[in-house]
């Protein structure tokens, strides 16, 4: 038997409810801000990946799915969303038609990693972006939105941590300081993060090694090594938290796992997910346009795992879905009426009105269980004497009444 490839999931019909309701709130919190949904390609050209993610990090360098077409050209799946957004605005041209563009999107997402609970090779995301602005406030905007979100999903075991990751000149001088506060410590150091001193030494703040912690502990502050502008927006943005009555943890060890950063970076973190607890993360990214080949172009962002956002609802037991329902089923009397069964339901269709009938052949007792399944709010029994005046019996499956109405009068008597 043919299965599903490892690290992918199928989405099945009853699970569709909590993904509709998590996507219908998705929508309608952006649309409260005021941002317009974007669609990328699926795939783009890993160079586009390369120079945005960083060649450094583990997503470029481990984890991408990455193939050549037939035109010998580097493809890759995409494993994040900013990059895409990036490139589809600069090549666009997005920045001449309007100063500040919000963009928001939820999309499929690919990384070749170990398999776990939260931590999929296909995976979902949404994410927004805001283009063309340094403010400060569209930080907290990022914030307040992936915040509303999952609050709205009635999660409560959040956590909001944030952080500063300055500008790439004071980064350099704090990167120099770590270095000369890990020269005499490298040997306590796992062999992943002895590779990151050279290749990306911030990331060794993410590993979750015993050693590698109780190492990085004694380390120099980053918040310590920043520039007067860093300090004086990552102020801001705490207070304007603080004023939004958002509650926030300041985590001198968030780095984030992107090169593209600057300056502000948070988190969402639940305590009702495991091992990965990060339901959302995102920060600022002033150089990245300019990097992808764009007009020099601040930005910020977040991403949000949808599977994991659900696993956590599921542990909280946060949010329940009405099962869905139809508004009339047709219980055919006679099998020689199926199709006639299937012209009044045709017909009743057109309404916008939605119909289920049997397709099998089955009794009327097992029609109406099937009527029940499908939680009709109308059964209309066909055939049968009713039939040759072109009547039937309609009964409401909520009250148990039951009536016999004509044909024409059907769908007034439905609809109201």
Known sequence: MIKAIKGTKDILPDSIGKWKHVENLISLIFKNYNYKEIRTPVFEETSLFARGIGEATD?????????????????????EMTASVVRAF??????KKQSLNKLYYISPMFRQERPQAGRLREFHQFGAEALGSSSPLL????????????????????????????????????????????????????GESKERISKNILRIFDSKIENDIEVMKGAPLLLDYLDNESKDDFEKVKSSLTSSKISFEIDT????????????????????VGAQ???????????????LGGEPTPGTGFAAGIERILIACENENS???????INLYIVC??????AKTYELAQSIRRNNISVEMDYIGRSIKAQMREANKFNAKF?????????????????NMETGEQEIISLENIINKINV
Request: aromatic residues 10%.
């Open 253 to 272: 060890s968030l780095v984030r796992g992107l090169d593209y950063y600057t300056k502000t970076t948070f988190e969402i973190i639940s305590g009702k």
């Open 90 to 95: 600069i090549e666009h041209s997005l920045g």
């Open 277 to 291: 607890s990060a339901l959302c993360g995102g920060g600022r990214y002033d150089l990245l346009v300019e990097q």
């Open 139 to 190: 930080d907290v905007e990022m914030i307040s939105m992936a915040y509303g979100i999952l609050s709205g999903l009635g999660l409560k075991d959040l956590t909001i941590k944030i952080n500063s990751l300055g500008t790439p000149e004071s980064r350099k001088k704090y990167t120099q300081e770590l270095r000369k506060y890990l020269n005499d410590k490298e040997h306590l150091l796992s």
């Open 319 to 325: 949010f329940e879905v009405t099962e869905p329902s």
């Open 59 to 79: 997503i470029v360098g481990k984890e991408m799915y990455t193939f050549e077409d037939r035109s010998k050209t580097s493809i890759t799946l995409k494993p």
């Open 379 to 395: 059964a209309l029994f066909f055939g049968g004497e009713e039939y040759q005046s072109h009547k039937s019996q309609l009964k």
């Open 333 to 338: 009397l006679e099998k020689t009426l199926m």
